[in-house]
């Protein structure tokens, strides 16, 4: 990002990590942020709500949660949602089953003669860090609960695709989300909060409430009022538009320090991509990534790089291959090759 697309959280200076959490990404992200969005992310601090991201597949939803994290050095952890996935599941898990394989393998290895028995070294030291008597070994924390247990500087937590769990799904994690921003382990009876009272004055707390950026596609339709409520909400627009889509190229090369396409090649390869994209008839308009993917091949593919005037050539589509990932939109440029 350039100083000026940063996404600085003005009305909190303190807020911005001194230094870069080990869970931080450690490379800045190629991402072009509007002043509308760049706004929204700012109110989503600010006001400690979620912040829910919907848009065209590939317009750079995911990809957000990323840079911010990056600009401001806080760690990053992402939960991937699924039709089976549950609330708890990015609060932690708990293996009462390893926990009783341990109680047993304990139990069989007290009445056996040390030289009977066979171990795996990895294995062997993996349950020795772990003791079935303290429950605490045998909890692990999701994105959230990860995000919870941070003591220094708030998260991201970037929950990905939230339309794919079920309809209860997103209420659930209202109860979580919400003051006084806490969760219970059952299994080993602790509370484990993002905001705690400073040691050292009475008044004081220490914020470590997670930024929440949740990206939704409305696979199975709206999400629960009750929850839409609580979040804030940004539609995000897919860059069609050529000067955009040039400035995003630009960004691209420059943060990673490659090569960029000759000019021409450039505008011509966002002029026939955004005539591909706007056509009618596709059953899945490829995105960003897959154009950044495609100027790439039309670059450095081939020992020259690709002619940029036959991108102008009608019914010539090369490479196919990286815009179209349905076998109905890929036969309609089959002729291209």
């Not at 909060?193 to 409430?209: G, L």
């Amino acid at each position: 990002m350039t100083t000026s697309e940063k996404l600085e959280f003005t009305n909190n200076p303190k807020l911005r990590s001194e230094n870069r959490h080990q869970d931080s990404p450690t490379h800045p992200e190629p991402y072009v942020v509007s002043n509308e969005l760049k706004k929204a992310v700012n109110l989503a601090i600010y006001l400690r709500r979620p912040l829910l991201l919907e848009g065209d597949a590939g317009c750079g939803k995911t990809r957000l949660a990323s840079a911010v994290a990056y600009e401001l050095g806080f760690p990053l952890y992402r939960w991937d949602v699924r039709s089976t996935t549950k609330a708890q599941d990015g609060l932690y898990e708990y293996d009462a089953i390893l926990r009783l394989h341990d109680v047993q393998t304990q139990k069989v290895e007290e009445q056996l003669p040390a030289d009977e028995i066979e171990s795996d070294e990895d294995e062997d030291d993996e349950r020795l860090k772990r003791n079935p008597a303290n429950a605490r070994h045998y909890r692990k924390f999701g994105a959230l609960g990860k995000a919870f247990k941070l003591k220094d500087c708030p998260a991201v937590v970037l929950i990905d695709e939230i339309d794919k769990a079920d309809l209860d799904f997103p209420n659930d994690l209202l109860t979580v989300l919400d003051e006084p921003w806490e969760f219970k382990i059952k299994e080993t009876g602790e509370t484990i909060r993002a905001t705690y009272p400073r040691k050292d004055a009475e008044d004081d707390v220490i914020d470590c409430r997670p930024i929440v950026i949740i990206t939704s596609n409305k696979e199975k339709g709206n999400l629960p009022a009750p929850f839409l409520r609580r979040c804030l909400y940004h539609y995000l627009e897919f860059p069609n538009d050529a000067k955009l889509l040039t400035k995003i190229v630009k960004k691209h090369y420059q943060i990673r320090e490659e090569t960029p396409p000759p000019s021409a090649l450039v505008e011509n390869a966002i002029e026939c991509f955004l005539k591909v994209w706007e056509k009618d008839g596709l059953f899945k308009k490829p995105g960003t990534s897959e154009f950044l993917d495609w100027l790439k091949a039309l670059h450095t593919f081939e020992p020259k790089p690709y002619d940029a005037d036959l991108l102008k050539t009608d019914n010539l589509l090369p490479y196919r291959e990286l815009l179209f990932k349905l076998q109905q939109d890929w036969k309609k440029y089959a002729k291209a090759s």
